[in-house]
């Protein structure tokens, strides 16, 4: 008795619980922590000095940026400009300063409306994303050589993606109240630092970020409202809705999840809607050029195809895709529907759009960008964290190493195809590798770093400590609400008028 919580202690810990400091539940973070003095002492003082997680966090995800920003150096002052593989071979390249130019920012073309020359008529990416573009080369001095004009685009963007990384690190910080610390794993993600600045992917990303946290607080309309934003930046963001339309279902929360989705559908429509009445052309060009882009990098399509003497159409690649999207959506569903205890929804959310990362035909180095915040609250564990960002690194070298293969000509400087390959695979295999680790956790939630610490589902506002309605297999028998066999402080769930975890 002494050594488990009783009932009274445990509620009282929900309502006002400690912060968890990683230094004691994490052996890679106790570790680490010795650079700066070792871990946190019974004793110390928290929250009575100026430097909060949130404060401290933020500040390492700008000095992260920064050396991100340093990295591109050698871009920047040549190799974006002169040489056709000195840009990869430094591994540095970027899109943003060859779009300035390319797609008509420079001559002063407006996106979507106005063709612009070459083999690419209209801009390819979504409206928010391309009105992001556009007030950047507003910013953007037009005195100059263009490549001047490139260097200040490229540094404009820069600027303004520092912020939506900052935004990215505290919303997470803030996402799990009693886990500020989780927010360190994003701030210091080497792969975001080196992948920041290649496209515009933060700007979907932060608004994802703040999406989750609107959620987490129980606001489903602001979070409907970002989600939607996200979605007209990027695309990937409404593959959340689904996890949610299941979690939602199991818990009875139609309302909430009804709010939600009319908010995203609402803030979509006000974005993309004017674009598409008066330049539906140029509007649709994303979504085409999409449909019809082939087989590219990072995408085990290509390492078939590229080993294959009569490799399949895109249309064949498109519908096998999809398909295996399907069925991947169908498997977290059915793994939403019948594990034992409700799965967190930031563990849904991760497992969704690495699935759609793992079957698309094209995965470009910062795609991993999405799942970084998404990875923090799913599996807050230092060793899986760095495992999978080792494997990531080790890909955004790959494929530039293999860009310069191909573009140095005779010289053959870089990584051949087949080393190329095995690049492909270290990425596919440290994705899944945190796919299997969080589904583990899903069914055995003592092995889950936010559960063993007595919280439920501290992302999911509503959904945190709901009480089932619906569930499907062995989770339907009354067994499936025991937490008896839970190690560390438990938390009452699935009960009416329980309340897991704080926010």
């Known amino acids: 008795m002494c050594g488990m919580p009783s009932a009274e202690s445990t509620q009282a810990s929900v309502h006002e619980p400690d912060p968890v400091r990683p230094t004691q539940e994490d052996e890679v973070a106790a570790a680490g922590s010795e650079l700066i003095g070792g871990p ?104 100059g050589t263009i490549q001047d004009q490139e260097q200040w685009y490229w540094m404009v963007n820069a600027g303004m993606l520092m912020v939506c990384a900052s935004v990215i690190a505290v919303c ?33 990303v932060a608004l994802t970020a703040a999406a989750m946290l609107m959620w987490s607080r129980g606001r489903s309309l602001a979070f409907g409202v970002l989600l939607g934003l996200a979605t007209a930046a990027k695309l990937y963001p409404f593959l959340i809705l689904g996890p949610l339309l299941v979690l939602c279902w199991r818990a009875g929360k139609w309302r909430e999840y009804g709010t939600a989705l009319g908010g995203a559908v609402i803030a979509w429509v006000v974005v993309n809607g004017p674009v598409m009445l008066f330049a539906f052309e140029g509007w649709s060009k994303f979504y085409t050029f999409s449909q019809e882009r082939g087989v590219d990098f990072g995408s085990f399509w290509l390492i078939m195809a590229q080993n294959s003497d009569d490799p399949l159409s895109i249309d064949t690649v498109n519908t096998l895709a999809t398909l295996l999207m399907l069925v991947c959506c169908a498997g977290v569903a059915v793994l939403a529907l019948t594990a034992p205890r409700r799965p967190r929804f930031a563990q849904l959310a991760f497992l969704i759009v690495a699935a759609f990362i793992l079957t698309n035909k094209v995965y470009s180095p910062q795609y991993v960008l999405w799942l970084v915040p998404l990875a923090a609250l799913a599996r807050p564990k230092w060793r899986d964290f760095l495992i999978w960002q080792a494997c990531e690194v080790a890909y955004f070298l790959g494929i530039w190493m293999y860009l310069a293969y191909t573009t140095s000509g005779d010289a053959h400087k870089g990584l051949p195809t087949d ?8 990425h596919l295999m440290g994705t899944l590798y945190l796919c299997v680790v969080i589904v583990r956790d899903i069914f055995m939630p003592e092995r889950d770093p936010v559960r063993r610490s007595g919280d439920d589902d501290p992302s999911g506002g509503v959904l945190d400590g709901a009480e089932d309605v619906f569930v499907l297999g062995p989770a339907a028998r009354p067994a499936r609400h025991a937490a008896a066999q839970l190690e560390g402080p438990q938390v009452e769930w699935g009960r009416r008028g329980a309340t897991g975890g704080s926010l």
């Not at 080393?419 to 270290?426: P, R, S």
């Open 172 to 204: 997470v910080t803030r996402t799990h109240a009693r886990r500020p610390w989780d927010g360190l794993l994003v701030a210091l993600a080497p792969a975001a630092a080196l992948t920041a600045t290649i496209n515009w992917d933060l700007l979907a």
């Open 419 to 426: 080393g190329y390959h095995w690049a492909i695979g270290l």
């Open 40 to 143: 946190l002492g019974r004793r110390a003082l928290l929250g009575a000095s100026w430097w909060t997680p949130v404060r401290v966090i933020a500040l390492v995800a700008i000095g992260m940026f920064a050396l991100g920003l340093v990295q591109k150096a050698p871009c920047y002052n040549g190799a974006w400009f002169f040489g056709a593989s000195s840009q990869y071979t430094h591994a540095c390249y970027s899109d943003i300063p060859h779009l300035y130019q390319g797609r008509g920012f420079a001559d002063g073309l407006v996106p979507y409306f106005d063709k612009l020359p070459g083999d690419m008529q209209y801009l390819e990416y979504p409206v928010l994303t391309g009105v992001f573009m556009e007030v950047a080369s507003w910013l953007t001095p037009g005195s």
